[in-house]
Each structure stands twice: as structure tokens, then as C-alpha cells.
């Protein structure tokens, strides 16, 4: 009877990535053989939940949510493992400013993103995380916006891109989108839209 209830607590922690799996195989082979094909699938299951990969995103209100409340390894694995050109233009259609202008305030040349889309080839690096910034701009908005309790009739989006493309004192009298093409310039942009939320109004 001990036997039994050992050898379920083996293939209860095998099927959960518990790290105490190891220590049976020589009693029952197949439960750590069952754990080790667990490991071999976590990067899949990450990947459906927003992992390294970007197949889950989905240019949605959920999607850049994600996108800004995501852990920090995790939005640097994103930018890693490539982000397709396909999917940067759609996050950067949700802003109401034509693509043109907001490629070129990213630093990131028309006829490359329009190439490489034919064929959803990668961004590099570097293109990517400034349009990654773009959209985790877009699910800080939205964040703020559910946290002030009515978030009804609120169109994100339009707000944002509106707020992005008119002077703003706070910054110097730039434009928000002048300054999404270095990863400190968004940082900036990102901290002022927060001291919206606090009462410190741009």
C-alpha cells in the first residue's frame, strides 16, 4: 500500500514540473518518463499563454494588455524570438496616424516592413522593441483606464493616438511620437501617461 500511494506522488509531481520526479526511476520507469515528456512540452504551453513566441498575440484590447503586464523576461524573450512584420503593422494600424508616419517616427524604413510582410519575415531586434513599446503604450491606456472604474464607450486607441501626435508640455513641447524611436524616450512618454492617472495632467 505504501508502494502505491509512492509511486502517485511521483507521477502527480512529474505531471506538474516538480523537481522530485528524478528520485523514482529506478522504482517505475515510465512515470519519469512520462515527467521528462511534460518538460519537453512547457515551451508550448507557454507559447499558447504568451511565452516566447508571438502566435498568441491578437491585436485586441486583451492582446495589449498582455503586452504591458506581461513580466519583463517575458516581453524581452518576445523581442528575441522575433516579432513578424504582419503582426508589427497591425499593432501599429490600431494608431490613427497613417503607418507611414509612425514607421518613420520608429526609425523604420517603409519598404523594408512592406517586404518583409509579404513573407511575415522578422523585424530586427532593435524595430521590434520599439513597436512592441507601441503596443504596450496602447495596454497601459487601457490598464489605467479599467483601473479608473468606467472604462464604457472609451475608445483607447483614438485617445492615444490623438494624445501622441499633438505637443505636449510635460515633454518639452515634443510630440509623444517623436520620441518612440529610443527605448529611453519611450520610457519618458510611458512615465508622463502615468502621471495622468495620479492627477498630474500633460
Known amino acids: 500500500m505504501a508502494r502505491a500511494q509512492t509511486t502517485s506522488r511521483a507521477g502527480s509531481k512529474g505531471l506538474s514540473g516538480g523537481h522530485g520526479a528524478s528520485q523514482f526511476t529506478r522504482k517505475a520507469a515510465k512515470p519519469a518518463a512520462s515527467a521528462k515528456a511534460t518538460v519537453r512540452r512547457k515551451p508550448k504551453a507557454l507559447t499558447a499563454q504568451g511565452g516566447p513566441s508571438f502566435d498568441w498575440f491578437k491585436p485586441t484590447q486583451e ?8 513580466p519583463v523576461l517575458t516581453q524581452v524573450a518576445w523581442v528575441k524570438s522575433g516579432l513578424g ?19 518613420t517616427a520608429l526609425h523604420i524604413p517603409v519598404a523594408t516592413m512592406n517586404r518583409k510582410a509579404k513573407t511575415n519575415a522578422s523585424l530586427s531586434p532593435a524595430e521590434a522593441e520599439r513597436v512592441l513599446g507601441v503596443g504596450r503604450l496602447l495596454g497601459q491606456l487601457q490598464t489605467m483606464v479599467r483601473e ?16 501622441m501626435s499633438a505637443p505636449v508640455p510635460a515633454l518639452g513641447g515634443a510630440r509623444p511620437l517623436d520620441l518612440m524611436d529610443t527605448m529611453t524616450g519611450q520610457a519618458l512618454v510611458s512615465q508622463v501617461l502615468a502621471q495622468m492617472q495620479s492627477g498630474a495632467y500633460a
Request: hydrophobic share 50%; charged share 15%.
Open 63 to 70: 492582446g495589449f494588455v498582455t503586452l504591458y503586464t506581461a
Open 85 to 103: 512584420a504582419r503582426d508589427a503593422k497591425a499593432i501599429l494600424s490600431q494608431l490613427r496616424v497613417p503607418q507611414g508616419e509612425a514607421l
Open 148 to 163: 479608473s472604474g468606467n472604462p464604457e464607450g472609451f475608445d483607447a486607441a483614438a485617445w492615444l493616438s490623438a494624445w
